[in-house]
């Protein structure tokens, strides 16, 4: 079975699923990944300096993120195409490495799950939720930033009502670690079979 973990920033996605590696899983991390292509050798390094030219790669032969962002900055048509060659390729890895998993379930953390219409590769979806207050309160904490700014960034993703209608499990997270964690365990039996829904 393969399980999405999804929801909008700072709901608690890498919280889960750290714990899901925990109890012995493997997952597949979009935002991991994402880092992994842009490293030496990459063959998508290769599409990505023959569209936007080889200025983009730095001396070591991985992507330099700042002439790269400079090239699609104000630019959405640009942006638009680099996003379009990494996405479909960290979405061929995880397809690739969901087709030989290591344990069952098998999950894979992508942020912009239902955006990208990745979750129709996978029986399940699990949305992780709080609400803004919270995730406003949790990412200060985390990143720094203001208040207003995570507001800005969590207003111009996809609201979690509309994501609820598409997932199969929410797990609500404006609770306490240990909570979140009891949570988790009961999808993980319900997953493997051991009490009904
Ligand atoms: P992003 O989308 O920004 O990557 P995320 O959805 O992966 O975020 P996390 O990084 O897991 O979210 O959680 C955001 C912050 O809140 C982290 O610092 C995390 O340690 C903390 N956190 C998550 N869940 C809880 C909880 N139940 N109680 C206390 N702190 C929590």
């Known amino acids: 079975m393969k399980i ?19 109890r012995g899983y493997q997952v597949f991390d979009a935002d991991k990944i994402a880092h992994e292509i ?23 032969g991985s992507l330099d993120r700042k002439t790269m962002a400079a090239v699609v900055f104000s630019d959405d048509k640009k942006r638009k195409i680099l996003n379009d060659i990494t996405h479909r390729e960290i979405h061929a890895i995880i397809t690739e490495g969901l087709s030989h998993p290591e344990t069952d379930p098998v999950f ?27 995730r406003v309160k949790r990412v200060v904490a985390r ?6 700014e995570v507001r800005a960034r969590i207003r111009s993703q996809m609201s979690d009502e509309e994501k609820e209608k ?8 404006d609770c306490a670690l240990e909570e979140l964690y009891e949570k988790v365990d009961r999808l993980l039996d319900e997953a493997n079979g051991k009490i009904n829904k």
């Open 38 to 60: 842009e490293e030496p050798g990459g063959g998508v390094l290769l599409k990505l300096a023959s569209v936007f030219g080889p200025e983009i790669l730095a001396e070591d």
């Open 166 to 173: 598409m997932a199969d499990a929410v797990i609500s997270n």
């Open 4 to 22: 999405g973990i999804t929801g909008g920033i700072g709901s608690g996605k890498s919280t889960v699923t750290d714990y899901i590696i925990k």
């Open 143 to 148: 990143d720094g930033g203001t208040p207003e």
């Open 108 to 134: 894979t953390d992508v942020p912009l799950l239902f955006e990208s219409g990745f979750n129709k590769e996978l029986d399940r979806v699990w949305l992780v939720t709080a609400s803004e207050e919270t």
